[in-house]
């Protein structure tokens, strides 16, 4: 059994990584499909808003679906339906076949994202200690190589077709085999549920939902405004500009290869506190900048911080409701989607109208209230988790070899 949980471990770790390398893949060359499809920069809004608006029809859907189908079975079809979908945005032909990608690329990824998570869970139950945070390295890992790929796209002016073919043709027939070994476990026993029944309490999982929220208009913050911050506000070279994200990119590839081992120390409570703090003085670090090196110092500490929080809300909403998790982490997963609607618009508006260095701190402020929710990612007595991990269990319901 332990063989069954290293290869279900090892299996899903590489779906994380897939999706990483995919999603950096399409955000990081957005100009290039405009310029492809002629799109113009009033219409770009809105297809950029109708990805994360499907992901999360997408993520209720799966919701409803994993009543009946296994959350392995999900992952293993929704993700080749995200590959395709991205070869189909490189490859088409007029901006009704885009429309088409991006609808499929949204719908699927809502669902690929609700079911990684959900396996991911079940896993970390199943091994009775924190291994969250290195599913989400993986998916850091993945945006990293994905984004210097549509780097080297850009710098040799290939086709997006071009960029994207071989990576497609790589990942999606591994993806498939190696989703042969993904584990679904079963839920916890009904006594583990403390008299909250079988079913999902929206007002116990609406912190951790806000929680999900201020994470990503952080993420988005970087991800949309680290660039134009660095270059308009700081005065940085065009070439420095683009250092950030990827700095980013790669510190919080290293605060979750480590976050795991800090949780099964600390506690998930003292490692999301800390986060939180890190976070919060790397946007004080950005706004206060008097010149590029020292915003990139707080662009790193973002990094640090922001990397541990989302990891351990999904553990947390596992922990919270071990009957149900799979409708916890698909509910919580809509809240993903969210932040990143509300955080690019939110910091261009009032970078806008007030000024940029004090749109950076909203974020800062907003990321804080994570330390009022910080008793939520606490795990009860009576759970896996904080003080009561088990070194190995089998504790795994269903596995998923085959159709």
Not at 26 to 39: E, K, N
Not at 145 to 166: D, E, K, N, Q, T
Not at 183 to 200: H, L, M, S, T
Not at 210 to 234: C, E, H, P, Q, R
Request: charged letters at 10%; a positive charge.
């Amino acid at each position: 059994m332990t063989d069954v949980l290293r290869r279900g471990r090892a299996s899903l770790a590489f779906s994380f990584f897939a999706q990483g390398a995919t999603f950096a893949l399409l955000v990081t060359r957005i100009p290039a499909i405009q310029d492809r499809y002629g799109v113009s920069d009033a219409l770009l809004p809105v297809f950029l808003a109708a990805v994360p608006v499907l992901a999360g029809v997408g993520s209720v859907t799966t919701e409803q679906l994993v009543k009946r189908i296994r959350p392995s079975r999900l992952l293993r079809w929704s993700q080749p339906v995200v590959l395709l979908a991205l070869l189909g945005a490189g490859a088409g032909g007029n901006i009704a076949e885009l429309a088409v990608a991006l609808g499929a690329f949204g719908l699927a990824v809502g669902a690929l994202d609700a079911s990684m998570n959900m396996l991911g869970v079940s896993l970390q139950r199943s091994y009775g200690r924190s291994i969250m945070l290195s599913f989400h390295a993986a998916y850091s890992l993945g945006g990293i190589l994905g984004a210097s790929l549509a780097w080297a796209g850009a710098h040799w002016h290939l086709a997006l077709w071009v960029s994207y073919l071989p990576v497609v043709a790589v990942l999606l027939p591994a993806a498939l085999v190696g989703s042969r070994w993904y584990v679904d476990g079963g839920p916890a026993p009904v006594e583990e549920e403390q008299g909250q029944g079988a079913g999902v309490v929206f007002k116990l999982l609406l912190p951790l939902c806000l929680v999900m929220t201020f994470a990503y208009i952080g993420d988005s913050t970087v991800s949309n405004w680290s660039a134009k911050y660095l270059k308009d506000v700081l005065g940085s070279s065009e070439q420095l500009a683009t250092v950030p994200y990827n700095v980013y990119m790669v510190t919080t590839l290293l605060g979750r290869t480590i976050g795991d081992f800090g949780v099964r120390r600390f506690g998930a409570v003292a490692v999301v506190r800390l986060g939180t703090l890190v976070a919060a003085g790397g946007f004080a670090v950005v706004a206060s900048a008097p010149g590029a090196w020292v915003g990139m110092l707080g662009f790193t500490l973002l990094g640090l911080g922001l990397c541990v929080l989302v990891p351990q809300t999904f553990a947390a909403a596992g922990r919270l409701f071990p009957g149900a998790s799979d409708a916890a982490i698909a509910r919580l997963n809509i809240f993903n989607y969210v932040g990143f609607l509300i955080g690019s618009p939110l910091v261009g508006a009032l970078g806008d109208g007030w000024s940029y260095r004090g749109a950076m701190l909203v974020p800062m402020v907003l990321v804080l209230v994570t330390l009022v929710y910080a008793r939520s990612f606490a795990a009860q007595p009576d759970r896996y988790g904080g003080g009561h991990e088990r070194p190995r269990t089998a504790d795994v319901g269903r596995g998923s070899n085959g159709l």
